[in-house]
Nanobody
Framework: EVQLVESGGGLVQAGGSLRLSCAYSGLRIGDYAIGWFRQAPGKSRVGVSGISGADGTTYYADSVKGRFTISNDNSKNTVYLQMNNMKPEDTAIYYC??????????????????????WGQGTQVTVSS
């Protein structure tokens, strides 16, 4: 059974940093991609970043490029999202999600939520101005 558990959310001032963690289990080595998504109040869930479990390929949404960094520690079965120089518009519930299978695992991970079959419970991130 695939399980994903996020942690690390909280309240931070604009310009500050947070690191989110996504602890995963039940995924076959190299046969998955993990994405980070966020959903602000009244808005749709959107892709923020993702990483391939097969080859480490990453993507970033334009809104976070240069500020956020995704990484995967296979020894700890944990994907991290380091968020620096945070802005009030980064305020949202952040979710990690997993897509499994060869097609999902290779190349640039998808930014489309419905292409991910497994989701964590989410963690609130609030950035004050």
């Amino acid at each position: 059974e695939v399980q994903l558990v996020e942690s690390g959310g909280g309240l931070v001032q604009a310009g500050g940093s947070l690191r989110l963690s996504c602890a995963y289990s039940g995924l076959r080595i190299g046969d998955y991609a993990i994405g980070w998504f966020r959903q602000a109040p009244g808005k749709s869930r959107v892709g923020v970043s993702g990483i391939s479990g097969a080859d480490g390929t990453t993507y970033y949404a334009d809104s976070v490029k240069g500020r956020f960094t995704i990484s995967n520690d296979n020894s700890k079965n944990t994907v991290y999202l380091q968020m620096n120089n945070m802005k009030p518009e980064d305020t949202a519930i952040y979710y990690c999600a997993a897509a499994v299978g060869t097609a999902a695992a290779m190349g640039v991970p998808s930014a489309i939520p419905h292409e991910y079959g497994y989701w964590g419970q989410g963690t609130q991130v609030t950035v004050s101005s």
